[in-house]
């Protein structure tokens, strides 16, 4: 088809074309390669098969957001149908062979051809109007961006997204004048027989030129649009896949060591990040999905874990052949984000499991809060008041460990001390549960439940410590490593089959950070303990309640640690109505308390359990009970439920003080009653 000088110029173009490609591919390869640590090659042959087919049924993608999702999906399934149709294409161009008029598997290549071009157009075109007609993708104005990236975002979008117009449209369009030429109806390309009536009544020496030109704009423009790709939002199509494949096997709430480079602890510069998280900002495809979700940005902080991740990407690529050649990067709070984003994020790892690309931006907040913390930056004074104390105390009350255990005098009974005889579970309470008045009510009320459950349970008295969960996330690293000893030091000296615990935060830190340090027993939260004895007989509901209740998910027990059945196990065994709030399970919606946050002070703004709270109320006047599974929960809640004024129609409660009134424990079973018989 293509006469021989098109040919001659084809292959001239396609060498320069591919040549500055390759230019591009590997300074970006090598800046990756900056980052520290290296990839685990040996998961690229287990994962590729799994990942793929995860892809290829998009569904990463689907997870949210199901409309964008279809339209996306169009344009995926057309671009990866379109690598044999550019190659057949090419072969008809160099060659003269046809799949017009063709029966048999031609055919069929040809309806899905025809299909998925016009997919490939509608999904194309929808995306387009929903960014540049509906704008869906707002910053906040305190959200530091690259001047390169206010505008590069839309620049970077209608690129790619004329250039998927361009190619898929012009092939398209190119099929209906081949078919025009042949003078007869392709049955096998419904769509673009119809388009080929446009263009009954031209000549054929029209139609050889039309020919020829939709040939060039579909695969010439290929050509021209390769040596941008690798510095397009399009490069994730290698990226996100590579990024899923390659990703690290530990838990999510299991972090790893800071880096260290020179002697300098943490990532102050993008070198110092590891060479995953140079990677996730090419495969950012930019949707700001992790941002939707971002409790920070959601309450109006200078946080957007998207806007960290494009900086990254903008940066590089502005400057990539001087980082790809070994020079120093600009401190990432110049380039990438500010110490304010930095120390508004609470870890809830929201934009971690939303993004459909694996991409962690919580990891490099935690890793500039490790180098900042190590360079002796000032702290936020709240929160270098609580380090002072873990330090000093092992608990960020201020409060002397011969303290942690004072509300166990004003129980009936005695509780075991692990350290001194055998226990089955080990009860590792956790210090708002044990020191914050507010919470010793309910942590008698536990104690209460398992005595009369007869469960064999101690306690590890003034031995006990704050795991260091948020300690470690704050980035105080030396900190989090002495209490991991003193906490270690103190289980040994028990003797005991699992550990229980009251605090999702501390749960999450004996599961998932202790086992680095050798320490590997069950661990349960006190929410499936509580079902189980419900379920087995050994606490027995005497009073159903049934009142209208909604349950909060924690963010260290629900998304982190997938615990989500037991606490509504509990709830239905005690014949509560549950309503869920719309963010809720996996996809829970963060307190604020969480990465230290709760050290920290608020700066009058918003916070995220008030904006909780109204979520909660919008089910239903009737609501009565907002139930929580966390102590610091409990401590967010009770002050939100008063900050928004719904202090008279909505009561925080913990859900094993709910327990305990269906149970009939401790003169609860007044209050139950009146549950099932005042209105609230
Ligand atoms: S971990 Fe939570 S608060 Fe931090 S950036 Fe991600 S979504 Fe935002
Ligand atoms: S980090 Fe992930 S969720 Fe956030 S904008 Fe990029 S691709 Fe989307």
């Known amino acids: 088809m293509l006469t021989t000088s098109e040919r001659i110029a084809f292959v001239l173009i396609a060498l320069a074309s591919l040549l500055l490609t390759a230019h591009g591919v590997s300074r970006i390869v090598r800046a990756i390669a900056r ?3 290296r990839p685990t090659w040996g998961l690229f042959f287990r994962r590729v098969i799994p990942v793929s087919l995860d892809i290829l049924l998009q569904r990463p993608i689907f997870r949210t957001r199901p409309l964008v999702s279809a339209l996306h999906a169009g344009v995926f399934f057309a671009f990866v149908f379109y690598g044999l149709v550019n190659i057949l294409d090419l072969a008809e161009g160099f060659t003269g062979f046809s799949t017009l008029h063709r029966g048999g598997i031609a055919a069929l290549y040809n309806l899905i051809a025809d299909l998925l071009s016009v997919a490939a157009l509608v999904g194309m075109v ?18 530091f961006l690259l001047p390169s990236v206010r505008f590069g975002i839309s620049r ?10 361009l190619h898929v449209g012009s092939r398209w369009v190119g099929q209906a004048v081949r078919i025009a030429e042949s003078e007869r109806a392709d049955w096998s390309q419904p769509t673009a027989s119809l388009v080929a009536a446009l263009f009954h009544g031209w000549s054929e020496a029209a139609l050889t030129t039309a020919s020829h030109v939709t040939w060039w704009l579909a695969l010439g423009l290929i050509l021209a649009f390769l040596p941008y790709f690798p510095y397009s939002k399009h490069i994730h199509l290698f990226m996100a896949p590579l990024n899923l494949i390659l990703r690290e096997e530990r838990p999510l709430g299991q972090l790893e060591p800071p880096t260290s480079s020179n002697g300098a602890l943490g990532a102050e510069r993008l070198e110092q990040l590891r060479w995953y998280q140079l990677l996730d900002g090419y495969a950012c495809i930019m949707c700001n999905r992790c941002q939707d979700v971002c409790p920070a940005h959601g309450t109006g902080r200078a946080l957007s874990p998207a806007a960290l991740e494009i900086n990254k990407r903008y940066y590089l690529n502005r400057n990539l052949g001087a980082f790809a050649g070994g020079a120093t990067s600009p ?44 360079q002796g930056d000032p702290l936020d004074p709240n929160l270098q008041a609580a380090l002072e104390s873990l330090a000093r105390y092992g608990n960020s009350f201020g409060k002397p460990a011969r303290q942690r255990a004072r509300w166990t005098k004003e129980l009936p009974f005695p509780i075991k001390d692990a350290r001194k005889e055998p226990v089955e579970y080990l009860w590792f309470v956790g210090d708002f549960a044990s020191f914050d008045p507010r919470m010793q009510e309910n942590t008698k009320i536990v104690a209460q439940l398992f005595h009369a459950a007869e469960l064999d349970f101690g306690i590890l008295y003034e031995d006990e410590r704050n795991t260091g969960n948020d300690v ?16 270690l030091a103190a289980l040994e000296k028990a003797q005991f089959r699992a550990i229980v615990t009251t605090d999702p935060h501390s749960y999450n830190a004996l599961r998932n950070e202790y086992p680095a340090y050798g320490f590997q027993v069950p661990v349960y939260h006190y929410t499936e303990l509580l079902a189980d004895l419900l379920e087995r007989g050994r606490l027995r509901v005497q009073q159903p309640l049934t009142a209208a209740v909604t349950y909060h998910d924690p963010c260290y027990l629900g998304r982190y640690n997938r615990i989500t059945a037991a606490p509504r196990r509990i709830l239905h065994a005690l014949g509560l109505e549950l309503r869920e709030m719309p963010r809720h399970g996996e996809n829970t919606y963060c307190c604020g308390a969480g990465g230290g946050r709760i050290w920290m002070d608020s700066g009058g703004q918003e916070r995220p359990s008030e904006q909780r709270i109204r979520e909660a109320v919008a089910l239903g006047e009737d609501l009565r009970y907002f139930v929580v599974a966390c102590p ?9 439920v008063k900050t928004t004024g719904y202090e008279a129609q909505l009561t925080v409660i913990d859900v094993a003080r709910l327990v305990a009134m269906a149970v009939g424990i401790n003169g609860l079973e007044r209050e139950s009653i009146s549950v099932t018989t005042e209105a609230p």
Do not use: H
């Open 35 to 37: 980052g520290q640590g």
């Open 126 to 143: 929808g995306l387009l109007v929903r960014r540049f007609g509906l704008r869906p993708f707002r910053f906040n104005e305190r959200v």
């Open 156 to 165: 970077d979008s209608a690129i790619v997204g004329g250039f998927i117009l």
């Open 331 to 374: 401190p990432l709070l110049e380039i990438a984000t500010t110490k304010e984003a930095v120390w508004s994020c609470t870890t809830c790892a929201a934009c971690v499991r939303i993004c459909p690309v694996g991409n962690r931006p919580m990891l490099d907040l935690i890793d500039i809060r490790r180098a900042l913390v190590n």
């Open 472 to 487: 470690r996330r704050v980035g105080e690293e030396g900190l989090f490593e002495m209490l991991v000893e003193q906490n």
């Open 632 to 640: 610091k929960d409990m401590a967010m809640y009770s002050d939100a």
